[in-house]
């Protein structure tokens, strides 16, 4: 069955960097984007960023675009969310969820169990 | 500030059919990007509960349907039981934005 494992959360000062891993199994990991989404605490949903099954494409939400790195370790079956410069804004549980369909009209077929950032001094 | 809005909350008693409206714009669901819907219970993750604006991936009750018109898309239940009690999310993409976007959320109550 597919899973999908999201490690790496944890107490982070601002303006510090911290580096999530999502481990993927039960499916062929090289043949699907990926996707990060975030939820404030008390708060609704955001997408924050999707990489191509290869790690060709990248996109990011407005709100992490020069801060947040996405990338992938296909021969790993990892997913990982660098995030640098991090803020308070940032607080969050952090999701890894699978992509389907083709770009521009993907859906999140299945997702993690989350891992909470939580920025603060 | 989500660029696909919600109502807060809807309420029914069991038995009931509910909806939920996400209402968008020209640069997402009125530019034909499908609608998908999520549902999310306290402290778990969502869940995928609706896909390409109608259709139910395996194992969603068929009390559970999508629609999408112009620049709008509703999540309709019917016969509401009370393991519906959940938020509910929609979600396309924007090209405005050029990113997936989420609706503000929805949460159901069942009276």
């Known amino acids: 069955q597919v899973q999908l494992v999201e490690s790496g959360g944890g107490v982070v000062q601002p303006g510090r960097s911290l580096r999530l891993s999502c481990a993927a199994s039960g499916f062929t990991f090289s043949s699907y984007a990926m996707q990060w989404v975030r939820q404030a605490p008390g708060k609704g949903l955001e997408w924050v960023a999707v990489i191509s099954y290869d790690g060709g494409k990248k996109y990011y939400a407005d709100s992490v675009k020069g801060r947040f790195t996405i990338s992938r370790d296909n021969s790993k079956n990892t997913l990982y969310l660098e995030m640098n410069s991090l803020r308070s804004e940032d607080t969050a549980v952090y999701y890894c969820a699978r992509g389907r369909g083709r770009d521009g009209y993907q859906y999140f077929d299945y997702w993690g169990q989350g891992t909470l950032v939580t920025v603060s001094s | 500030q989500s660029v696909l809005t919600q109502p807060p909350s809807v309420s029914g008693a069991p038995g009931q059919r509910v909806t939920i409206s996400c209402t968008g714009s020209?640069?997402?669901?009125?530019?034909?990007?499908?609608v998908h819907w999520y549902s999310q219970l306290p402290g778990t993750a969502p869940k995928l509960l609706i896909y390409e604006n109608s259709h139910r991936p395996s194992g969603v009750p068929d009390r559970f349907s999508g629609s999408e018109s112009g620049t709008s898309a509703s999540l309709a239940i019917t016969g509401l039981q009370a393991e519906d009690e959940a938020d509910y999310y929609c979600?396309?993409?924007?090209?405005?934005?050029?990113?997936?976007?989420f609706g503000t959320g929805t949460k159901v109550t069942v009276l």
């Open positions: 020209s640069s997402n669901i009125g530019a034909g990007y499908d």
């Open positions: 979600q396309s993409y924007d090209s405005s934005l050029s990113g997936y976007v």
